[in-house]
């Protein structure tokens, strides 16, 4: 009896040892169990909602750039020792070169020394639904004093874009800044797109026709120009979603003077263009009428002294 108690209790401290003495489960089992066993499914991140530009403000990718006179149409006034009409295109080229390298795409009314009627300029403007139409032009006085920077706009849309142009090229130029100015240039009066007009300086003052004769300074005006094009959207006036992407930098929109009731020389210019491509057969019967007109324009002459006389631009 006393053997059998003494086997059973040395058995039992034998299955202890087993028990008690067995390893924990390698670590290798514990990565497998874990990699195995089911996760919980994230909670979605609450995501911040971007600000949506509308459409109508976004920039334009399309630039028509318009350089002015060319061919026969000399451009300024009579005696002139500069042509504007190279100005303008030298400028226009320019211009074109930064524009494309910004991504734009560059429509040119005149690429050469050709003469393009206003309403063919506007027509191609106009076949252009997201686009902007930029004029380059140079300014002529016969006061040789006479000298600054203009920029000219009609539609309300044209605003911003004026504003901005004339911000840069009058801000990076060395000469006064004559202002913004809203008028009915027929190029700006009959175009259904943002459209401005940049006078970039006097061909008639002797510091400016330097100027507009160095390419250093035709690149600055093109830069200036192809600057204000870019940053359009950011002139004050535009929506905040705007502003706040640009980080609060902002174009301050610019006064303007009402010019509306000036008479438009362009227009004037471009008549009298199509009276000199009239075959020789209309000139000979405008010869014969010629002579029953006059009579009639020196009575209407005689009417018109006792009229004041009409406002011109100097």
Known sequence: MRRFVFTLALAGSFIAMAVYGLSAPSSLSAREKQAVAPRATPAPRPQTPTAVIPESSRPSTVVVIDAGHGGFDRGGIPGQRVPEKTMTLDVAQRLKAVLTAYGYRVVMTRDSDVFVPLGTRVAIANSYRDAIFV?????????GSANGIETYFYSSQSLPLASAIHYYVAGGAPTPNRGVRRRGFYVLRKTTIPAVLVEC??????????FAQSSAYQQKLAEEIGRGIRERSLVASTSAANRLAANNTTVPLQPFIDQTHYRDPDLARSKRGKRSSKSSSKSTSSKRKHSSDSDSEKR????????APAQTEN
């Open 135 to 143: 004029c380059i032009h140079f300014n002529a006085a016969r006061r």
């Open 201 to 210: 300086g006097f061909l008639t003052n002797a510091t400016e026709a330097n």
């Open 300 to 307: 209407s002459s005689t009417r018109k002294k006792k009229s």
